[in-house]
């Protein structure tokens, strides 16, 4: 048996802020994929890929277990899934802006902006419905037709998966108060809850659905900044502009959207853009023009500047 995990990190116990960064995410989410894998491969599983959104401590983890790495493509969700893998489960995971208010750290793909040119999504929708990072996980994997059958994450992601996966197991990391608050789960409880909602879960891989999408397929984009929406339509084949800040185009296919979708930069030269497979810049997420983000001086470089402290560089 063939299992995918795909590993965020804003999503896991004890996180609630860019400003920690990411140093406990790390910690705390490799606990729990260490506990997972161990106890999927002690019960029937020979192999597992873990697609990094992040960095983890690989050294960490059993020598069975492959990651997938990547400058993100057009499918960065779901990159090597066509080898053939029974179902896809998800860690870390987050609520998605545009949904309830109280979810901690709530993005979709680009969280919320540091800079003018990190202009952050406001609101995705796919077909009239508001989908975030669990949908669009799960709205690829069922191009394979691979079932999502395990979640953890915020309570409020934990939500949006059981209503858009009927019979899907999930385990709360948090629970989300406001954007930069939770209440946490002891990370070893999470961990431990996890691997045996993991081992339960193989029994369900024939019992959940994969989540496909009907053509044709509309999207809707709303962006922080008028300037991104700009970028969007100058870049994505046949977009409209339904308002300042808001795109829209309809696709034949979910396959057609998938590969239009993008890139988190556009491509700086001829060998990137060839290896990311880009014939032109492209995309809902790819960021254009010079880049001026700067993480929190929580990152170990001096030199950069503490966006919280400066308006998130809407100044």
Same mark, same amino acid.
């Given at each position: 048996?063939?299992?995918?995990?795909?590993?965020?990190?804003?999503?896991?116990?004890?996180? &609630?802020?860019?400003?920690? =960064?990411? %140093?406990?995410?790390?910690?705390?989410? /490799?606990?729990?994929?260490?506990?997972?894998?161990?106890?999927?491969?002690?019960?029937?599983?020979?192999?597992? !890929?873990?697609?990094?959104?992040?960095?983890?401590?690989?050294?960490? &983890?059993?020598?069975?277990?492959?990651?997938?790495?990547?400058?993100? #493509?057009?499918?960065? &969700? $779901?990159?090597?899934?066509?080898?053939? *893998?029974?179902?896809?489960?998800? /860690?870390?995971?987050?609520?998605?802006?545009? =949904?309830?208010d109280k979810g901690c750290w709530r993005h $979709?793909?680009?969280?919320?902006?540091?800079?003018?040119?990190?202009?952050?999504?406001?609101?995705?929708?796919?077909?009239?419905?508001?989908? =975030?990072?669990?949908?669009? +996980?799960?709205?690829?994997?069922? !191009?394979?037709?691979? @079932?999502?059958?395990?979640?953890?994450?915020?309570?409020?992601?934990?939500?949006?998966?059981?209503?858009?996966?009927?019979?899907? !197991? #999930?385990?709360e990391t948090k629970k989300g108060m406001s954007?930069?608050?939770?209440?946490?789960?002891? @990370?070893?409880? %999470?961990?431990?809850?996890?691997?045996?909602?993991?081992?339960?879960?193989?029994?369900?891989?024939?019992?959940?659905?994969? %989540?496909? %999408?009907?053509?044709?397929?509309?999207?809707?984009?709303?962006? #922080?900044?008028?300037?991104?929406?700009?970028?969007?339509?100058? $870049?994505?084949?046949?977009?409209?502009? +339904?308002?300042?800040? $808001?795109?829209?185009?309809?696709?034949?296919? *979910?396959v057609e959207f998938k590969n239009n979708f993008?890139?988190?930069?556009?491509?700086?030269?001829?060998?990137?853009?060839?290896?990311?497979? *880009?014939?032109?810049?492209?995309?809902?997420?790819?960021? #254009?023009?010079?880049? @001026?983000?700067? @993480?929190?001086? /929580?990152?170990?470089?001096?030199?950069?500047?503490? *966006?919280?402290?400066?308006?998130? =560089?809407?100044?």
């Amino acid at each position: 048996m063939k299992v995918y995990i795909v590993s965020d990190l804003e999503g896991v116990a004890c996180v &609630f802020s860019r400003r920690e =960064g990411y %140093v406990n995410a790390m910690e705390y989410g /490799t606990m729990e994929l260490v506990a997972i894998c161990e106890k999927l491969l002690a019960n029937g599983v020979d192999e597992i !890929l873990i697609n990094c959104f992040h960095i983890m401590q690989y050294h960490s &983890f059993p020598k069975q277990v492959r990651f997938f790495h990547s400058e993100p #493509t057009h499918d960065f &969700f $779901t990159p090597c899934l066509e080898e053939g *893998f029974d179902a896809v489960m998800i /860690t870390g995971m987050h609520a998605m802006s545009g =949904g309830v208010d109280k979810g901690c750290w709530r993005h $979709t793909v680009l969280p919320p902006p540091m800079s003018r040119a990190y202009s952050s999504i406001e609101e995705m929708r796919i077909n009239g419905k508001p989908v =975030g990072e669990t949908a669009l +996980i799960a709205m690829f994997a069922g !191009l394979h037709k691979v @079932p999502v059958v395990f979640l953890s994450g915020d309570y409020w992601a934990c939500e949006e998966a059981k209503a858009l996966i009927p019979g899907i !197991l #999930t385990v709360e990391t948090k629970k989300g108060m406001s954007f930069y608050s939770a209440v946490s789960r002891h @990370p070893q409880a %999470v961990a431990e809850e996890s691997a045996e909602k993991t081992y339960n879960a193989l029994k369900c891989i024939n019992k959940i659905d994969p %989540v496909l %999408v009907k053509s044709p397929v509309k999207v809707e984009v709303v962006y #922080t900044f008028a300037e991104r929406a700009a970028d969007a339509i100058a $870049t994505i084949k046949n977009a409209i502009r +339904i308002d300042e800040r $808001t795109i829209g185009v309809e696709y034949k296919s *979910f396959v057609e959207f998938k590969n239009n979708f993008g890139c988190m930069r556009a491509p700086e030269d001829i060998l990137h853009q060839k290896d990311a497979g *880009f014939e032109r810049v492209t995309g809902f997420i790819t960021r #254009t023009g010079r880049e @001026p983000y700067r @993480p929190s001086p /929580t990152y170990p470089y001096t030199e950069q500047e503490d *966006f919280a402290l400066s308006g998130w =560089g809407n100044k």
